[in-house]
């Protein structure tokens, strides 16, 4: 881009929005007596205007996705607390119920023979 090209750019834009200006006032059914320079400046322009609606929603969809994926390692990494807990209280119940809850499945002792030595004393009168 050459000097003489820079400053006949600022120019351009001011005839870029008053060809806007003049399309929006001549509605749709003026599109019909428009230049090729008029109809190029207005498909550039819905150019411009898609690609910038296009790479919005890109990012805003990007964030969503990221922000989606923080959500699931913060609920993966709840789901961890929540299993370790339940763990740690099904085995305190485990071990509750085996202790007092059941009945021993030791065998029952073998019943001992009276001795003597065993049976109390009675004191004879």
């Known amino acids: 881009?050459?000097?003489?090209?820079?400053?006949?750019?600022?120019?351009?834009?001011?005839?870029?929005?008053?060809?806007?200006k003049d399309l929006e006032q001549r509605g749709f059914h003026g599109l019909d007596s428009l230049s090729l320079e008029e109809l190029e400046l207005l498909a550039e322009r819905k150019r411009k205007q898609l690609?910038?609606?296009?790479?919005?929603?890109?990012?805003?969809?990007?964030?969503?996705?990221?922000?989606?994926?923080?959500?699931?390692q913060e609920l993966q990494a709840r789901k961890v607390t929540l299993e370790?807990?339940?763990?740690?209280?099904?085995?305190s119940l485990g071990h509750a119920s085996s202790g007092g809850?059941?009945?021993?499945?030791r065998t029952p002792r073998k019943p001992s023979k009276p001795t003597e030595t065993q049976l109390p004393s009675t004191?004879?009168?």
Do not use: N
């Open 123 to 125: 004191p004879e009168a």
């Open 1 to 20: 881009m050459t000097t003489s090209d820079q400053s006949h750019q600022p120019a351009h834009l001011v005839d870029d929005v008053e060809v806007v």
């Open 84 to 91: 370790t807990q339940l763990r740690a209280i099904a085995k």
């Open 51 to 72: 690609h910038l609606e296009a790479t919005e929603k890109k990012a805003h969809l990007e964030s969503e996705i990221t922000r989606i994926g923080q959500q699931i």
């Open 101 to 105: 809850e059941r009945t021993a499945r």
